[in-house]
């Protein structure tokens, strides 16, 4: 099984909202991965957790909140977004953190839109 | 820096022709490079990697790519198109860490119209 689920599928939310995005892998995977994606653009990397520790923030603002609670799920918590943040949201894993040849698989997304 | 070039913005081919959807590299120190394959509204699902070996890879869905070093070139290729082939195609490279972890550095991405 070489799935990644993410929840919700599609988020509407306004700038004072508080909520979570949630991605969920059970690969047995020790290292995960939040992306963001504009329409037509590559992922951009956003956060690494590598064995549930928070290994890169790619200088991320402090409104997305990443949070690794067990080695099976990742969070992203978001809070006063900005309308340029509206963008489809990847979560991936691989295998350990460090493996530069591990295979990332993807999540299928969730669709973010900030009104 | 490692860094991935896919010089076509779109590719078009007519169904039951060959395919390629050509990707080039710049890197310091082994190159770790793989496709990825992006369906509308949904995530990327892998295709092939290549890591060392066998200059020519076989992936999933009939693809594979070579590997050539000395044109620097990673191109995917898949002898005939199906029209449900048509999406993003993203070619990628490892961007190795002092810290010891790595970054995957992503192309530009090449659209792949196939025509029935």
């Known amino acids: 099984d070489t799935e990644v689920t993410q929840t919700p599928k599609h988020l509407v939310m306004g700038m004072t909202n508080k909520k979570s995005l949630k991605c969920e892998q059970h690969?047995?995977?020790?290292?995960m991965y939040w992306y963001k994606q504009k329409a037509k653009k590559p992922p951009e990397l956003m956060f690494v957790?590598?064995?549930?520790?928070?290994?890169i923030n790619e200088s991320v603002p402090s409104r997305f909140s990443p949070e690794c609670p067990n080695s099976s799920l990742l969070n992203l918590h978001l809070h006063a977004l900005q309308p340029e943040d509206s963008a489809l949201y990847l979560c991936?894993?691989?295998?350990?953190?460090?493996?530069?040849?591990?295979?990332?698989?993807f999540g299928p997304g969730t669709r973010l839109t900030v009104l | 820096a490692q860094s991935v070039a896919q010089p076509e913005d779109q590719v078009n081919v007519a169904e039951g022709n060959p395919l390629t959807v050509k990707c080039t590299y710049s890197?310091?120190?082994?190159?770790?490079l793989f496709w990825y394959v992006q369906y509308p509204n949904r995530g990327l699902q892998f295709l092939l990697k290549?890591?060392?070996?066998?200059?020519l890879v076989k992936g999933s869905y009939g693809f594979e790519a070579e590997f050539n070093k000395s044109q620097t070139s990673f191109h995917l290729k898949k002898p005939s198109a199906l029209v449900s082939d048509s999406a993003l195609y993203f070619c990628?490279?490892?961007?190795?860490?002092?810290?010891?972890?790595?970054?995957?550095?992503f192309g530009a991405g090449t659209r792949l119209f196939v025509k029935a």
């Open positions: 690969m047995g995977h020790r290292a």
């Open positions: 890197v310091s120190g082994n190159p770790y």
């Open positions: 991936a894993s691989s295998q350990v953190s460090g493996g530069a040849t591990d295979t990332q698989y």
């Open positions: 290549y890591i060392t070996g066998d200059n």
């Open positions: 957790y590598s064995y549930e520790k928070l290994s």
């Open positions: 990628a490279v490892r961007d190795l860490l002092n810290t010891g972890g790595f970054k995957t550095i």
